[in-house]
């Protein structure tokens, strides 16, 4: 079935750039998302990927997709304290639906 | 654009009470979802509307779960006997059909059942 992988922690220094990543196995999968959601909040989209795109670049954020590998990635430039929350990648599971699946989020620390 | 609204913001309930929570989407959003979400898990989706009609329910809701949408506008999640396992954030979310893979997710109704 479908399954959306990522690894639990990320911790980085103010400044330095953060990269989190995601595998995914529904090779169908039409969008990838990235989801940030800080302490006691709902999740807030940061940005999502068609699934024929390589990347996608939005300020300090770049997304890149290797559809092959099922491999998806975030990368935060310039990681600020304020970055500091769980970033949740999610898959959709049919186009067009907003039916997501969602890995069980990374939690990026920030160091000053 | 207010964002998408969720009342309560936190319920706690006995085991076997029914609880009943409030969705307000992003107004003109014709579409409404329902996700679930345990601590240190991602959400899991549970339900979802376009405008009044329920489209889908996932297996996870079972028959204790009720969702409406009567108006195609806000909508209601109920929960009858509740179980110690029902405890969770439930999630709302919306989306217009024509820019269906941005999805606005509310604040959340965080529910603890004792």
């Given at each position: 079935g479908e399954d959306v992988e990522q690894s639990l922690f990320l911790s980085v220094r103010e400044g330095d750039s953060s990269v989190i990543n995601c595998t995914y196995t529904d090779?169908?999968?039409t969008y990838l998302y990235w989801y940030k959601q800080e302490p006691g909040a709902g999740l807030q989209l940061l940005t999502y990927i068609f699934s024929n795109m390589d990347m996608k670049q939005d300020q300090r954020l770049t997304v890149l997709l290797n559809k092959k590998d099922k491999h998806l990635s975030l990368r935060i430039a310039d990681?600020?304290?304020?970055?500091s929350a769980i970033y949740f990648c999610a898959e959709s599971?049919?186009?067009?639906?907003?039916?997501l699946i969602f890995g069980q989020g990374t939690t990026l620390q920030v160091k000053p | 654009d207010t964002g998408v609204s969720q009342d309560p913001r936190h319920k706690i309930t006995k085991r076997g009470q029914n609880v009943t929570f409030r969705c307000d989407p992003i107004?003109?959003?014709?579409r409404l979802y329902w996700y679930r979400q345990t601590l240190g898990q991602g959400p899991e989706f549970l339900t979802y509307f376009q405008n009044e009609a329920q489209l889908e329910k996932s297996r996870?809701?079972?028959?204790?779960f009720s969702a409406e949408r009567p108006k195609g506008s806000f909508s209601t999640l109920e929960i009858q006997r509740?179980?110690?396992?029902?405890?969770a954030m439930y999630l709302c979310a919306s989306s217009l059909v024509r820019d269906s893979p941005k999805l606005f997710f509310g604040s959340g109704t965080q529910l603890s059942v004792l």
């Amino acid at each position: 079935g479908e399954d959306v992988e990522q690894s639990l922690f990320l911790s980085v220094r103010e400044g330095d750039s953060s990269v989190i990543n995601c595998t995914y196995t529904d090779s169908s999968s039409t969008y990838l998302y990235w989801y940030k959601q800080e302490p006691g909040a709902g999740l807030q989209l940061l940005t999502y990927i068609f699934s024929n795109m390589d990347m996608k670049q939005d300020q300090r954020l770049t997304v890149l997709l290797n559809k092959k590998d099922k491999h998806l990635s975030l990368r935060i430039a310039d990681t600020q304290t304020g970055d500091s929350a769980i970033y949740f990648c999610a898959e959709s599971m049919e186009s067009n639906t907003g039916k997501l699946i969602f890995g069980q989020g990374t939690t990026l620390q920030v160091k000053p | 654009d207010t964002g998408v609204s969720q009342d309560p913001r936190h319920k706690i309930t006995k085991r076997g009470q029914n609880v009943t929570f409030r969705c307000d989407p992003i107004s003109e959003h014709n579409r409404l979802y329902w996700y679930r979400q345990t601590l240190g898990q991602g959400p899991e989706f549970l339900t979802y509307f376009q405008n009044e009609a329920q489209l889908e329910k996932s297996r996870l809701l079972s028959d204790r779960f009720s969702a409406e949408r009567p108006k195609g506008s806000f909508s209601t999640l109920e929960i009858q006997r509740t179980e110690q396992g029902d405890s969770a954030m439930y999630l709302c979310a919306s989306s217009l059909v024509r820019d269906s893979p941005k999805l606005f997710f509310g604040s959340g109704t965080q529910l603890s059942v004792l």
